[in-house]
């Protein structure tokens, strides 16, 4: 199947506007290094709280950029991470299963937890309230929310549309939401389809079991299943987006974030 994330349902697409916004490209400090990130935040205001905004399996495109406008227009400052630079350039790929094989399936979580760190850290050094801490994900980066609202105590909560449960994209991905489930620090707010055939319903039950039986974050987590829905029915440049659903699962998560940050 030949794929450009670029390309879609154009007529669909969105381009939110950033004026009002400080924006753009910068090189940010990690655990190794740098890595380019992107931020969107209100331009006259201060000490907002932050969203780290994880890209889906296609990396740091417009479409992760301008989900950074949205929420920034909403009062948060909203930074995005290339998190496969190491590997390589995913806008180089035209095939989904090549572009898993020789880049996705070679990111550890490990590096992608710690470079979210450092994106929590940089967005507190630029005047945000990190301690105020949310994080969001789409496909690839849905799985990821669930794990990062696991791995940092100091997140307060977390919308991750449909990312994997029971699974990952690779053998350096060894441990899944499932696993985590029950030990959550934040509340997450998942939006599934139904029609997802990536996703069974069936794993989303198995989660709603193990959530019930963890901690005080882990049973305040929901899912929301949209009956119609299939996979990446909020990316609005593809094909697969469907309007109804994805206006109701962003005011569902701005929602979420207002009563935890």
């Not at 670029?6 to 669909?12: E, F, M, S």
């Not at 994880?54 to 949205?70: K, W, Y």
């Not at 799985?143 to 690779?170: D, F, I, M, S």
């Amino acid at each position: 199947m030949s794929f450009s994330p670029i390309t879609g349902a154009a007529d669909t697409t969105l381009h939110t506007s950033a004026e009002g916004l400080k924006h753009g490209l910068v090189d940010m400090p990690t655990f190794d290094g740098t890595i380019k990130a992107y931020f969107a935040a209100p331009a006259d205001r201060a000490h907002c709280p932050v969203v780290l905004v994880i890209q889906e399996i296609f990396g740091l495109h417009e479409h992760v950029q301008d989900v950074c406008r949205r929420f920034a227009h909403e009062g948060y400052f909203a930074v995005a991470v290339e998190l496969y630079q190491r590997q390589g350039d995913a806008s180089a790929y035209t095939e989904i299963p090549s572009l898993v094989k020789n880049i996705v399936a070679k990111v550890p979580d490990e590096q992608v937890l710690a470079d979210l760190d450092a994106s929590a850290k940089w967005a507190e050094s630029q005047g945000a309230d990190a301690k105020r801490l949310g994080v969001t994900g789409f496909c690839w980066g849905g799985r990821l929310v669930w794990l990062y609202a696991e791995h940092n105590p100091v997140c307060k909560a977390g919308v991750a549309w449909y990312g994997r449960l029971t699974t990952g994209h690779g053998p350096l991905q060894v441990r899944n939401p499932i696993d985590v489930a029950a030990s959550l620090h934040a509340p997450v707010l998942g939006l599934y389809g139904a029609q997802d055939t990536s996703i069974p319903v069936e794993d989303i039950r198995k989660m709603e079991a193990v959530l019930a039986h963890g901690g005080a974050a882990s049973k305040a987590s929901r899912f929301v299943v949209y009956s119609d829905a299939g996979h990446a029915f909020y990316s609005d440049y593809r094909p697969s987006f469907r309007k109804a659903e994805a206006e109701d699962g962003w005011a569902k998560a701005l929602d979420w974030f207002r009563r935890y940050l």
